[in-house]
Nanobody, 123 residues
Framework: HVQLVESGGGSVQTGGSLRLSCAVP????????MGWFRQAPAKQREWVAA??????RDIADSVRGRFTISRDNPKTVYLAMNNLKPEDTAVYYC???????????????????WGQGTQVTVS
């Protein structure tokens, strides 16, 4: 059983910052691509960012210049969020796969492993 543990969500004012973390403790195999998605109330899940084990990364246009994805070891990924806006309010999910990142890294179906989600509220 692969467990993704997210932390770092919370409530901030517009313009504030948060840093989300996602750890995958106890996994017995090498993780490949890891990503972040979000889902706002009454909206579809949206891809936010993804990163390969070697550091190659991509980020959605809606958050480019404000959010940064990073990975300091194969089992932990971060999402630094700056200049937060009310439209960033959502539940943020971490996702992982054994596969290497590629053209499918922005699709939820690419990732078989998901975290429980962490709420981010910007007011």
């Amino acid at each position: 059983h692969v467990q993704l543990v997210e932390s770092g969500g919370g409530s901030v004012q517009t313009g504030g910052s948060l840093r989300l973390s996602c750890a995958v403790p106890g996994v017995s195999f090498r993780l490949g691509c890891m990503g972040w998605f979000r889902q706002a109330p009454a909206k579809q899940r949206e891809w936010v960012a993804a990163i390969a084990p070697g550091g190659h990364r991509d980020i959605a246009d809606s958050v480019r210049g404000r959010f940064t994805i990073s990975r300091d070891n194969p089992k932990t990924v971060y999402l630094a969020m700056n200049n937060l806006k009310p439209e960033d309010t959502a539940v943020y999910y971490c996702a992982a796969t054994k596969l290497q990142c590629g053209t499918a890294w922005s699709y939820g179906g690419f990732y078989p492993y998901w975290g429980q989600g962490t709420q981010v509220t910007v007011s």
